[in-house]
């Protein structure tokens, strides 16, 4: 495995970790969708190109079909963002660059453009420095080439093959520097904030804590509305596999078919659809089912830290919101998302976030421990008792492979952020239990843990579908 990615020195905001973009990964998409976008910015404007290829190797040439990574990359360099471009137009969007073999870069320089010959997927190829990496080549018309090649480095991360080992971010000095939970704690301590609270110090260091907030506030808002369209939406996933969607059945089923509410008492007939923990456990699976069969459809979603685990937080925190708040409040809406986002930033520092880096453990074992920080710090756990929930929810998806059947963002990458955000939950219960003070392992330890284990995992159960489940589901997939 090449050295890890992130800097001792990087400085990352809340903003870094959430990022909202469009499904289904955003190794594979919004990663390659940012790096198309910056590609085009770098070409010289005094000439016209001539041609363009893009090649994509290793993770992203395997498994970059089952993804949309070609899709994005056309998206991008039409300068299309993924924060904003309507998801109901991307489909006639690229099958118009299809039909017609052109692209317009950037929405302004006409291109001849074939992607059956002009973006090629090298999967019997990886770049040494990444397994996510693509190279962009242009000729101008008067004979001159331009080349740049990207690594797509987990959770919407991109780097520039001369950027990598210096930092995903530009560095900012902030007044409470964070690389391990030791520093996170030293400063809670020291200045007597929770973690959030130290967050919304550094933030400052980027933006107004009123422009923070609402940002944040935004985050959760885009979170909610994917949760709840997924819980709304029937029909089939794209792509072979031909998975129904679940969630809009079991939110029918919880609330006994009835469902004359909008999307301001929906909380409230949930609340009044049943007790018990049972109960709410059905209710905390569904909510992850329904972000990640949004994402799987293209959907517009947050990565949590990634797109294919974006379902654990969101789901985490609605269950929080409706079963455990009288009322939804924007401050544990705060606390929560404050408190995970540095949690996933010490994993990303330290270790990876990216799957085709590290497996499943990378995105899913992550936003489970994010989670489980930000549910243990809502429900007034000390800051020793949310990285030791951090600890344990980490501690037990060490070594999770990622094996997309298909290459598709779906099975079983689907139901696992249903298990993340269960082991979410039972992980704050242990923690809010537990003494943090006997605790046999802290969360650096089992941060370095993950990375080994990363190091350590054979590279074909690292988001390549040639391993696990991957090879041993009985069917044919045409395009993978």
Not at 74 to 91: E, I, K, N, Q
Not at 227 to 232: D, E, F, Q, S, T
Not at 271 to 295: I, K, P, Q, Y
Not at 326 to 351: N, Y
């Amino acid at each position: 495995m090449s050295r890890r990615f992130a800097s001792a020195r990087e400085s990352l905001s809340v903003l870094d970790m959430f990022k909202i973009g469009v499904g289904p990964s955003s190794s594979h998409t919004l990663g390659p969708w940012r790096a198309a976008q910056r590609f085009v910015a770098g070409l010289d404007a005094e000439r016209k190109p001539a041609s363009l290829r893009v090649y994509l190797y290793g993770s992203l040439a395997k498994t970059g079909k089952g993804h949309g990574t070609d899709l994005a990359i056309m998206m991008g360099l039409t300068g299309a963002d993924p924060v904003s471009f309507p998801t109901d137009r991307l489909a006639e969007t690229v099958n118009a660059i299809r039909q017609q073999k052109e692209i317009r870069l950037n929405d302004e320089v006409s291109l001849s453009f074939d992607p059956e010959s002009c973006l090629l997927f090298c999967p019997a190829e990886s770049l040494p420095e990444h397994p996510n990496g693509m190279r962009f080549e242009v000729q101008y018309e008067d004979g001159d080439e331009y080349q740049a090649v990207y690594f797509s480095i987990g959770g919407g991360f991109v780097s520039r093959h001369d950027e990598l080992g210096v930092s995903a971010v530009d560095f900012v000095e902030l007044p409470h520097p964070i690389n391990t939970a030791a520093d996170l704690t030293r400063w809670c301590r020291q200045t007597g904030l929770s973690i959030a609270g130290v967050v919304e110090k550094n933030e400052l260091a980027w933006r107004e804590a009123s422009e923070t907030r609402r940002a944040v506030l935004q985050i959760w808002q885009t979170m909610f509305e994917c949760l709840y369209r997924g819980c709304h939406t029937d029909g089939e996933l794209p792509g072979d596999l031909q998975v129904t969607r679940r969630a809009p059945a079991f939110n029918r089923r919880l609330l006994d078919n009835d469902l004359d509410y909008t999307i301001e008492t929906w909380r409230d007939a949930i609340r009044n659809s049943g007790t018990g923990f049972s109960h709410a456990l059905d209710w905390l699976s569904c909510f992850a089912l329904a972000v990640n069969e949004e994402n799987a459809a293209f959907g517009r979603v947050v990565t949590a830290p990634t797109n294919g685990a974006a379902g654990v937080i969101p789901a985490v925190l609605w269950y929080l919101l409706v079963f455990e708040q009288e009322q939804p409040d924007d401050d544990v809406i705060m606390k929560f998302l404050l408190t995970a986002s540095e949690i996933g930033c010490l994993f990303k520092k330290r270790a990876t976030i990216s799957a085709a880096m590290g497996g499943c453990q990378a995105e899913i074992g992550v936003s489970s421990a994010m989670a489980a920080a930000g549910l243990t710090a809502c429900r007034g756990g000390s800051v020793e008792q949310v990285t030791m929930a951090a600890e344990i929810a980490m501690e037990h998806h060490l070594g999770l492979t990622c094996d997309p059947v298909g290459g598709l963002v779906q099975v079983p990458c689907i139901e696992r952020n249903a298990m993340g955000a269960v082991k979410a939950v039972t992980a704050s219960q242990l923690a809010l239990f537990g003494d943090p003070a006997k605790a046999k392992v802290s969360l650096d330890a089992v941060i370095r843990t993950m990375w080994q284990t990363a190091a350590d995992m054979s590279d074909k159960y690292k988001e390549t579908s040639e391993a696990g489940l991957a090879v041993n589901i009985p069917i044919s997939l045409s395009e993978c």
